[in-house]
Nanobody, 119 residues
Framework: QVQLVESGGGLVQAGGSLRLSCAAS????????MGWYRQAPGKERELVAG????????NYADSAKGRFTIWRDNAKNALYLQMNRLKIDDTAMYYC????????????WGQGTQVTVSL
């Protein structure tokens, strides 16, 4: 099993920045791809950004491109998401996810961290 613990969420004004962190533990050798999902009230959970284990290949949702940056530190079993120029629409619960296969089908989830963007 792999355990994922997020931190770094909070309340921020529109235009501000937040950095999310995810600490992975357990059988992390099983993990290839990692990513950040988010779910806003009344909406489906969506993939915001993903990153591969090798070569750190990244992919972003259109809504995140140019504003969010994902990276990982394999030595520390850590995943990060830098979010800049935050918008009201970015308000959601953000989840760290990990997969032995593709990040579109995660095997492991964190408990989530709330991000709230205010005017």
């Amino acid at each position: 099993q792999v355990q994922l613990v997020e931190s770094g969420g909070g309340l921020v004004q529109a235009g501000g920045s937040l950095r999310l962190s995810c600490a992975a533990s357990g059988s992390t050798f099983r993990v290839n791809n990692m990513g950040w999902y988010r779910q806003a009230p009344g909406k489906e959970r969506e993939l915001v950004a993903g990153i591969s284990r090798h070569f750190s290949t990244t992919n972003y949702a259109d809504s995140a491109k140019g504003r969010f940056t994902i990276w990982r530190d394999n030595a520390k079993n850590a995943l990060y998401l830098q979010m800049n120029r935050l918008k009201i629409d970015d308000t959601a619960m953000y989840y760290c996810a990990a997969s032995a296969g593709v990040i579109a089908a995660p095997d492991y989830w964190g408990q989530g961290t709330q991000v709230t963007v205010s005017l």
